[in-house]
């Protein structure tokens, strides 16, 4: 549901999960009404403050080299940036 609102607010958006429960945080990635799912292994770690900073830095640095948004946020969050399951 909120995914599908805030997609009316531009071209793409990137719900993370970092904040639910379970192993795993999946984050969802909605380009063009397609929708992606993203998951990773939760982080277990008391050092939070600046990861969706760095997540977004990384994706908009990426971005210029790879072919769509999918893969820009993919190869952030498989270079280990990520806020999505930092607990």
Same mark, same amino acid.
Do not use: E
């Given at each position: 549901?909120?995914?599908?609102?805030?997609?009316?607010? &531009?071209? &793409?958006?990137?719900?993370? %999960?970092?904040? *639910?429960? &379970?192993?795993?945080?999946?984050?969802?990635?909605?380009?063009?009404?397609?929708?992606?799912?993203? +998951?990773? +292994?939760?982080?277990?770690?008391?050092?939070?403050?600046?990861? %969706?900073?760095? *997540?977004?830095?990384?994706?908009?640095? *990426?971005?210029?080299?790879?072919?769509?948004?999918? #893969?820009?946020?993919?190869?952030?969050?498989?270079?280990?940036? #990520? #806020?999505? %399951?930092?607990?």
């Amino acid at each position: 549901d909120q995914l599908g609102r805030r997609g009316r607010l &531009g071209p &793409g958006v990137l719900l993370t %999960g970092g904040h *639910l429960a &379970g192993p795993q945080c999946v984050d969802l990635l909605q380009v063009d009404a397609r929708t992606t799912r993203l +998951p990773a +292994p939760r982080v277990v770690t008391r050092n939070t403050h600046g990861t %969706g900073c760095t *997540l977004s830095a990384a994706i908009a640095a *990426l971005r210029p080299g790879r072919p769509d948004w999918t #893969s820009a946020v993919r190869d952030a969050a498989s270079c280990g940036v #990520s #806020s999505a %399951g930092v607990t």
